[in-house]
């Protein structure tokens, strides 16, 4: 028997686990309210630009609401053949995909409703691009919380003009 120790403290253990835990603070496990936002991309055709020139694709989102945005949305600016994306683009951390026919950029969440973001995003037209209208772009959101889709896409057309005389 240990010194000073009498039977009964020996087979009750030792006097730190005599002690009963401290209640902690209670912790909220739910996850946060999804949202009612609808985004919705308006769209906007680019200035148009002579062949080998640049002109910037402005990919308006807007929430319609009636809620903020509660998670992080994504933009997609598809590009059409014979053009290329030449940052610096807007967000500045937009990446460039899909061998440069895409590019991405993530907003935050907290987009209030009746407000919008745009992501810019420049592009250079191939020298050898015939004059009139360049279909084939497009302008998507993905937003986990948006219930209607039906809105988050609208292409987007770029008018290749004639070089001006003395540009």
Request: charged fraction near 20%; charge should be negative.
């Amino acid at each position: 028997m240990a010194a000073g120790c009498s039977v009964a403290t020996l087979a009750a253990g030792p006097s730190w686990a005599l002690r009963r835990p401290e209640p902690r603070p209670a912790v909220d496990t739910a996850a946060p309210a999804a949202s009612r936002s609808d985004l919705e991309v308006v769209r906007l055709d680019p200035d148009a630009a002579p062949p080998g020139g640049t002109t910037t694709i402005h990919a308006f989102i807007a929430n319609r609401g009636p809620d903020t945005t509660a998670a992080p949305f994504t933009v997609l600016v598809t590009l059409p053949p014979g053009v290329t994306p030449e940052g610096p683009y807007y967000p500045e951390d937009c990446e460039v995909r899909l061998n440069g026919r895409q590019v991405r950029c993530v907003f935050p969440a907290g987009l209030s409703p009746l407000r919008s973001a745009t992501a810019l995003v420049p592009v250079r037209l191939s020298p050898d691009l015939p004059i009139g209208r360049l279909t084939g772009g497009s302008v998507a959101v993905r937003d986990v919380d948006d219930p209607d889709e039906g809105n988050n896409r609208q292409p987007f057309d770029i008018t290749v003009v004639e070089t001006a005389p003395g540009s």
